[in-house]
C-alpha cells in the first residue's frame, strides 16, 4: 500500500515520518516545500502538486490547519478527480458537520472517508503515543487499524464519521478551559502572596488536580512560550469551532466563550504562533 501524506506541519511531520520507519511507501506535499526536507532524507517521494500524490497513492492522510485546507488540497477540480478508488483518512481537527460535508463529496467522487482526529501533541507524535479516534463504518475500521497503529497503540473506534471530529472537539475545549482555570488560579494565588509550591503540592493532593498543570506550571511561572508543541493560535481556531456545533446543538456557551477572550488577548499580544500556555500572560496583563 502506497501512503500520500498531505500536510507535514508540528504535528504531520513526525507522523509521517513514523509510517516511513515503518517500510511504509510514502509519497507527501506540503505547501512549503522545505518542510518536506526531512522526509525526502529519509526517503519519502515528494510531490510538487497535491494532484500527483494523490493519484499515486492508495490511501491518502490529511493533517491540515482546518477544512479550507482540505478543500483546497483534496477536493479542487484537480486533486478530486483522482480520488476514484482511494480512501481518505482525515486526521486534522474539524467540525463533525464539515467532516461529514467532506466525507459526502469524497465518495461522491468514488472514494472512501475516514474521520481519525488525534489527542496528544508533538512528543506523543514522535513516540507513537497518540490518543487515535475513528469515525468509520467498522469494517474500515478494522481494514485501517494497523495503518493507524503507527499514531498510537490503540485506535479507538467513537463510531460513525462525525463522532470522532466531535470527541476531538470536546477534548479541545477542555484543553482551553482547564489550562485557564488553572492559569487564573495560579495568579490568584501568586497575587495574594501565596508561594506556588505550596499552592502545587494542595492542587497535586486533591481531586482537582490534572497532570496538564505541571506540564505547563514552569512556562506559565517562566513566561517562556517558545518551541510550541501546541501554538495559541490552534486553540483559538479549535474553540471557535467548538462554539460554532456547540451552539448548533443548543448548549450554552457563555464560560467557553470567555476564555476565548483570554486566547484572543494573548494572540493581541504576539503569541499566536508561541505555546497556548501563553494566556497566562493574558490573564495576568488584565487588570
Not at 41 to 56: F, K, S, T, V
Not at 130 to 135: D, H, N, S
Amino acid at each position: 500500500m502506497k501512503v500520500a501524506f498531505l500536510g507535514t506541519g508540528l504535528m504531520g511531520l513526525p507522523m509521517a515520518q513514523r509510517l516511513l520507519a515503518a517500510n511504509i511507501d510514502l509519497i507527501a506535499y506540503n505547501r512549503t516545500p522545505e518542510k518536506l526536507e526531512p522526509l525526502k532524507a529519509a526517503g519519502a517521494e515528494i510531490a510538487a502538486h497535491p494532484y500527483q500524490a494523490i493519484r499515486a497513492a492508495d490511501c491518502v492522510i490529511l493533517m491540515l490547519t482546518n477544512a479550507v485546507a482540505v478543500y483546497s488540497v483534496l477536493l479542487s477540480d484537480g486533486a478530486s478527480s483522482n480520488l476514484a478508488g482511494t480512501t481518505v483518512i482525515q486526521m486534522g481537527t474539524i467540525t463533525p458537520t464539515e467532516s461529514k460535508e467532506i466525507r459526502d463529496s469524497v465518495v461522491a467522487a468514488g472514494a472512501e472517508y475516514i474521520e481519525a482526529p488525534v489527542l496528544g501533541s508533538v512528543p506523543e507524535a514522535k513516540s507513537g503515543k497518540l490518543t487515535v479516534m475513528v469515525g468509520a463504518y467498522q469494517d474500515q475500521y478494522q481494514r485501517y487499524l494497523d495503518l493507524l497503529k503507527n499514531f498510537g497503540p490503540e485506535p479507538i473506534l467513537v463510531g460513525p464519521v462525525g463522532t470522532a471530529a466531535a470527541l476531538k472537539l470536546a477534548l479541545n475545549q477542555l484543553i482551553a478551559s482547564l489550562t485557564t482555570a488553572f492559569a487564573l488560579s495560579l495568579g490568584f494565588a501568586q497575587r495574594q502572596g501565596i508561594e506556588v509550591d505550596l499552592f502545587m503540592q494542595i492542587l497535586r493532593e486533591s481531586v482537582l488536580y490534572a497532570p496538564t498543570f505541571d506540564k505547563k506550571l514552569q512556562r506559565m511561572l517562566e513566561g517562556n512560550y517558545a518551541n510550541p508543541n501546541f501554538p495559541t493560535k490552534h486553540l483559538m481556531k479549535d474553540t471557535d469551532l467548538f462554539i460554532t456545533e456547540a451552539k448548533s446543538v443548543g448548549l450554552n456557551v457563555s464560560s467557553i466563550k470567555g476564555v476565548r477572550q483570554i486566547l484572543e488577548a494573548a494572540i493581541k499580544m504576539s503569541f499566536a504562533n508561541e505555546d497556548y500556555s501563553s494566556l497566562f500572560s493574558a490573564i495576568h496583563s488584565e487588570q
